[in-house]
């Protein structure tokens, strides 16, 4: 494939629906995807390829990235969607394989990633190629709550300055960090209203709006090395 949008984590909510609008705005788009789900038949029926992969395991990861190698001569985005998010467990050992799960999927997933197709990425015919990592508004400030989750983004949002530095001119990595996108399905009604009353916009922004950032960030030719917060003013609530 030449010229092709690889998305990670495109089988549901934010992953999916940037998915639909890129291909609906004229890009070619490959969605890779963890399990199978019914949301899927909306990548297929739109005739955007989905792979398979786990990139919880070494294994899954080194699959993917070889799989993208061989298939896609020429990239001109790769955005790293793909995330895993629960609270850290009390017991030790949990905590310790929540850690390096959530390490494999948020940083060396990328980093693999990027690594295996930074070649292609520098084919690509546009003036600048894109890598676009999903981090989160918590990297900046963790909830401790969330602590594992947290230092494994703010993990992702540094590889995003390091690929920003070593990848340039040709390629431009930028990181978006995400605040009150969708609530999880497991989310009370009280922890809804008290997360929008946290919020300046009183709000859940949606997936538009990530795909609004992100249109953005492959529209702009100038801009590297940053970090667009779609949060609705979370982060400065309480400054």
Sequence with gaps: ???????????????????????QQGYRVLAHYHS?????????????????AD???PEGIEQLAEELRQRCHSVRALVHNASAFETTPDDPA??????????????LAPYRLNRALAEALNRSQALHSDIVHITDIFA?????AFDIYCASKA???NL???FAKQ?????????????????????????????????????????????????????????????????????????
């Design 94 to 107: 949990e905590a310790s394989a929540l850690f390096e799960r959530f390490y494999r999927i948020h940083m």
């Design 140 to 144: 900046d400030n963790p909830n401790p």
């Design 167 to 239: 990848l340039a001119p040709k390629v431009k990595v930028n990181a978006i960090a995400p605040g009150p996108i969708r609530f999880k399905e497991w989310h009370s009604e009280a922890v809804k209203q008290q997360i929008i009353g946290q919020t300046l916009l009183r709000s859940e922004g949606g997936e538009e709006a990530i795909y609004l950032a992100l249109q953005a960030l492959l529209d702009n030719p100038y801009t590297t090395g940053s970090t667009i917060k779609v949060d609705g003013g979370r982060s400065i609530a309480h400054l």
């Design 155 to 157: 993990g992702l949002a």
């Design 1 to 23: 494939m030449d010229e092709v949008v690889i998305i990670t984590g495109a089988g549901t909510r934010v992953g999916l629906h940037c998915a639909l609008r890129l291909k």
């Design 55 to 57: 990139l919880a395991c």
């Design 36 to 52: 199978e789900r019914p949301e899927l038949e909306q990548l297929q029926h739109q005739g955007i390829p989905c792979l398979q």
């Design 160 to 162: 995003s300055l390091s």
